[in-house]
């Protein structure tokens, strides 16, 4: 057999790449072409290395580089003949569009006596609109492929239409049906009826809702809105009508008291021309001016115990009055209930669950709304350690308010600011965050600051709001679990009085659903 030898031509070490292969004759160009790539491939990767490389340590992970900020595009605003405000911002990636009209009105401006009223009134919106019932509506909204829902908070009712660009003529219609022209039907009214007494009637046997329930009342009163379900009782439900309904649209729904979102794939001068033939027949009204009760700081430490025989868990919540939204420490206050309980790694989950092994989970808030909302620290943690979960809680909201260390303000800061951009990834997304800026008035460039601001915010701005905002002698403590089993060990704390509810104290007696 003949044999054909191939030598690289260099002179090296013995332990050098250069090698003598046999190749048998006859072989075929191609063969060879491709026995020619495969030893020259195997020859570099078996070569020995000469150049002097930088080792990289490993000893550590590699430093993250400054949080990047957020640059939105510019947001256009627009005001149609009828003097409905519009804000657009063009998002040409994809060929969608997300459309939100928020109308400033919600279960803040019911009466005690019609609790439940907004909540109601958003649900039953889309069971009938136009010439359409709830069907006939649902089966020509899957047909274009889009989505619309109505919502309804405390401040706001938003209806948000999620259609693709080719079909947004048809379903800019429906919107406008669902905004302009709800139907109310009885039917519908009656069945939504009957599903939140059962509702309330699910409450009575789940600890979440009756800890929540008692703890708004408690820090708000039952005059407030904020102090009362949203969904309302069994009297208020009771006593809805289609005509409450009705002249609660009425009264709010005016285009003097909305504004108009559209995120995507669109310009604003063609949507303008389409939201003016959707909506610029609605009609402005006066509006009535809505006086919210004010609300009063919590003065001492107290303690209560919502009796739920046998359970295998304690609901905890301990909290107090917190600040608005438009607080100038806005910052700096996310900034520290990141670290005290608003993350994964903060300071209540570390101590509750990681270490101690009492929870899932435990976690804090302020809830920022117009007026004053709640601040709250809470979890869910076994019976046998309700006691020293309290402990706990108590030893991190004193500590919150010491000095913090600058590693802690580091990753707190980099949490929050690395969070941004993960809630702006969607026109839907986007269209959500925008309605923070309607609600609150504030300027188109504040997402774009947002990092560099979280970014500067300092250990002493930390201590500085904790000690303003959280008081550990002046909290409520309210506690949904066996009362058997917690009560002589919670009293044994010295927090303050102890009160001892019932399932009835908190829900009343329960509702009679037929």
Not at 154 to 170: I, N
Not at 435 to 448: G, K, S, T
Not at 477 to 498: C, W
């Amino acid at each position: 057999m003949r044999t054909w030898h191939i030598d690289t031509g260099e002179r090296r070490e013995p332990h050098s790449c250069a090698r003598i292969w046999s190749i048998p004759a006859g072989i075929s160009i191609v063969a060879l072409g491709n026995f020619l790539i495969a030893t020259l491939l195997l020859s570099a990767w078996m070569m020995p290395c000469r150049v002097d490389a930088q080792v990289p340590d490993r000893s550590k992970p590699p430093a993250a580089g400054p949080p990047p900020s957020l640059k939105l595009p510019p947001i256009k605003h627009m005001q149609l003949s009828n003097g409905l405000r519009v804000l657009v911002l063009e998002k040409h990636t994809v060929p969608l569009v997300q459309i939100n009209m928020v109308a400033n009105t919600g279960s803040a401006m019911e009466t005690t006596e019609k609790a439940g009223l907004a909540s109601l009134l958003a649900a039953i919106m889309t069971d009938g609109a136009g010439q359409r019932d709830a069907l006939q509506l649902a089966d020509a909204i899957d047909y274009l492929g889009a989505s619309l829902r109505v919502t309804a908070g405390q401040h706001t009712t938003g209806v948000a239409l999620f259609t693709p660009v080719v079909r947004l003529d048809s379903a800019l219609a429906l919107m406008a049906d669902v905004v302009l022209r709800p139907t109310f039907p009885q039917t519908d009214l009656d069945r939504h009826r009957k599903e939140r007494l059962t509702m309330l009637l699910q409450w009575r046997d789940q600890p979440s809702a009756l800890v929540s329930v008692i703890f708004n009342r408690t820090l708000y009163g039952t005059e407030h809105p904020y102090g009362r379900p949203s969904v309302g009782d069994e009297r208020s439900l009771r006593s809805l009508r289609r005509d409450d309904l009705k002249e609660f649209y009425d009264t709010w729904f005016r285009p003097n008291n909305a504004t108009i979102i559209v995120v995507g794939d669109v310009t604003a001068q063609a949507i303008g021309s389409k939201l003016e033939t959707a909506f610029g027949k609605w009609r402005s009204a006066k509006l009535p001016v809505n006086h919210l009760p004010p609300v009063v700081q919590v003065k001492s430490r107290e303690v209560f115990i919502v009796d739920k025989p046998g359970a295998a868990q304690t609901e905890i919540r301990i909290g107090c009055i917190g600040v608005p939204r438009q607080t100038p420490d806005y910052y700096a206050i996310t900034v520290m209930n990141t670290l005290l309980g608003g993350s994964f790694m903060s300071r209540l989950n570390n101590n509750l669950r990681e270490i101690h092994g009492y929870t899932y989970g435990a976690h804090s808030s302020f809830v920022f709304r117009p007026q004053a909302g709640p601040f709250l620290a809470f979890a869910a943690v076994q019976t046998a350690v309700t006691d020293s979960a309290i402990g706990e809680f108590m030893k991190e909201l004193k500590g919150i308010r010491l000095p913090v260390a600058d590693s802690e303000l580091v990753r707190a800061r980099n949490y929050v600011a690395l969070s941004l951009p993960g809630d702006f990834q969607s026109v839907t997304q986007i269209a959500a965050q925008l309605e923070e800026l309607v609600i609150y008035n504030l300027p188109d460039d504040y997402f774009n600051t947002f990092t560099g601001t979280i970014l500067s915010v300092t250990a002493a701005d930390l201590e500085r709001v904790a000690q303003r905002t959280i008081d550990p002698d002046r909290l409520v403590i309210i506690l949904v679990g066996d009362r058997q089993q917690i009560e002589t060990k919670v009293k044994a704390l010295n927090l303050g009085p102890v009160h001892s509810l019932t399932v009835q104290d908190v829900l009343g007696q329960a509702p009679v659903v037929q």
